[in-house]
């Protein structure tokens, strides 16, 4: 199907939505026929029970039908902006996770290539007056897919995260050891990752230059300052996501410093993977395994320490665990566990306050080219946090701090997309890089690591004197005291 096949499919649409009451429950039993004939037995694993939307708890269909095909999202939507085609639009995605509800989108190609190239950014709900969690309902629509979340890699890679975490921190230890060598930089050169039909590989060898050895969950775990025995209470529990823990060591220690300088006593919980990958990528069951593991230690240390607020310093991450209670929406035990640990996690973002970082500020304002913020998606569509890091930068960064047009915009990274959908995500990042080189700015502050990633793969290649920076380095660097050593060392291979 084609876009004006999905043309040629709204009239129908339209006629649906305008059935009276009756019609419309004695569709609905209907629909969830055909629900059930598309998720077919492997329905209560691969897929969650209901959405919780801002509009109240919703069944899919009836999450997708609130969407009225105003239109009002299209020009906030990245894929469509770029592309001005409709079935690539929050609109057409949502359309067409209608027709697969409803049994009558035939063409699951033409569906794949709709769901798999939404950035998941979230733009399309902050725009949407009904608030239509189309994000949320494009990986329903992804899970239905046959063979999606079968994808060897992703499976062996949630397997041993599960199973044999050492294995799994070993196994990626080798790989960096290999990219250190320089092999995949050759293999990358020699085309062999076209040769196997997978050039997305090469995009990640060039976009992650360095990588550490010493992953930042061994260091901190083995800081006795960082360890609940002996403590009654404590300010915070850091939680370490996998961009922080595996690739910016430095940005993980850079958390534990701030946070140790401003909100008191911490300890390290000593995580899992929050499970937001496995989630993404079709293993919702393995998801909620990653989620009732850290939700039990959460409870663990809140057992011996009290109330704690839970800080992870990637946007995705703490956005996803604001989430977990979506996950167990039919099991009611673990919903309660869900929403309690969910109702303690915050990002880094919005944990800091002007009022902590004021004595420290000094005047590091002055000096230094200029700084500006890039909204991470999952920070200001997903968490709603905006004010926050801006308080903060302009405090410690003074006349140097300016607004970046379209911050808010998804820069392409998008977890994996940059190298699922080079394309798309290049011309997304064109557009970001053009914004930030608009400013002048030589600092762009963000909270996400896979923008970070992202957005220094093209400022290195189109502006190579502006650098990303993680919110928590920024912080750390502009309020250290410089005559004082730190308690968390510095890594040594980030
Ligand atoms: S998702 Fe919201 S804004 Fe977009 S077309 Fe549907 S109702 Fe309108
Ligand atoms: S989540 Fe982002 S990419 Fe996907 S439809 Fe919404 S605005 Fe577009």
């Known amino acids: 199907m084609r876009d004006n096949d999905y043309q040629d499919q709204r009239e129908p649409a339209r006629a649906g939505m305008e059935m009276d009451s009756t019609v419309v429950t004695s569709a609905s039993s209907h629909i969830h026929r055909e629900i059930n004939e598309l998720y077919g037995h492997e329905q209560a694993v691969r897929h969650l029970g209901s959405l919780l939307t801002n509009l109240g708890e919703k069944s899919l269909y009836d999450a ?5 095909r105003c239109g009002y999202c299209e020009t906030s939507c990245p894929t469509y902006s770029i592309t001005g085609r409709e079935t690539i639009s929050p609109r057409g995605r949502n359309q067409f996770m209608r027709m697969l509800v409803e049994g009558r989108a035939k063409n699951t190609a033409s569906a794949e290539e709709s769901l798999s190239t939404c950035m998941l950014c979230g733009a399309c709900s902050t725009a949407c007056y009904a608030k239509v969690p189309t994000a949320d309902i494009v990986l329903e629509g992804r899970r239905a897919l046959k063979g999606y979340g079968d994808n060897f890699f992703a499976r062996a890679a949630v397997g041993l995260m ?30 062999l990752y076209d040769f196997v039909g997978m050039p997305g590989l090469a995009e990640a060898e060039h976009a992650v230059p360095k990588v550490p050895l010493r992953f930042a969950a061994e260091l901190l775990r083995s800081d006795p300052a960082l360890k609940p025995g002996g403590k009654s209470s404590v300010g915070w529990a850091y939680f370490a996501p996998c961009g922080p823990n595996y690739i910016f060591t430095g940005v993980a220690l850079a958390t534990v410093r701030v946070l140790s300088r401003f909100c008191g006593e911490g300890v390290f919980i000593d995580n ?35 109330d704690f607020p839970v800080i992870a310093d990637c946007s995705s991450c703490a956005a996803f665990m604001k989430s977990y209670e979506q996950l167990f929406t039919a099991d009611p035990l673990w919903r309660d566990r869900a929403r309690a640990f969910s109702g303690a996690v915050r990002d880094i973002l919005e944990f800091i306050t002007p009022e902590q970082t004021a004595a420290a500020a000094g005047d590091q304002a002055a000096g230094g080219g200029r700084v500006t913020y890039h909204d991470s998606c999952r920070a200001c569509h997903g968490q709603g946090i ?27 990274g998008a977890g994996a997309y940059a190298f699922t959908q080079p394309g798309i995500s290049k011309q997304v990042l064109d557009r970001k890089l053009r914004n930030i080189a608009s400013v002048q700015a030589e600092t762009v502050v963000a909270g996400g690591t896979s923008c ?16 990303a920076v ?20 510095p890594p040594a291979s980030v």
């Not at 997708?64 to 009225?68: E, I, K, P, Y």
């Not at 970070?452 to 502006?466: D, T």
């Not at 993680?470 to 060392?489: A, L, N, W």
Request: positive net charge; hydrophobic residues 40%.
């Open 64 to 68: 997708v039908a609130q969407c009225n």
């Open 162 to 191: 599960l199973n044999a975490q050492w294995l799994f921190d070993l196994w990626l230890k080798l790989a960096y050891l290999a990219k250190r060598s320089g092999l995949p930089r050759l293999a990358a050169k020699m085309g």
């Open 272 to 306: 899992q993977c929050c499970g937001l990958m496995a989630h993404n990528y079709g293993r919702l069951e393995d998801a909620r395994e990653f989620a009732r593991r850290n939700i039990s230690r959460y409870e663990e240390l809140k057992a011996l320490l009290g």
């Open 386 to 412: 905006r004010r926050e890091p801006r308080e903060i930068l302009r405090q410690l960064s003074g006349s140097r701090y300016v607004e970046l047009p379209e911050s808010d915009w998804c820069c392409g």
């Open 452 to 467: 970070l990633i992202q957005i220094n793969a093209g400022l290195k290649a189109a502006y190579p004197s502006a650098k």
């Open 470 to 489: 993680h919110y928590s380095v920024f912080i750390d660097e502009m309020t250290r005291d410089k005559k004082q050593p730190d308690r968390v060392p």
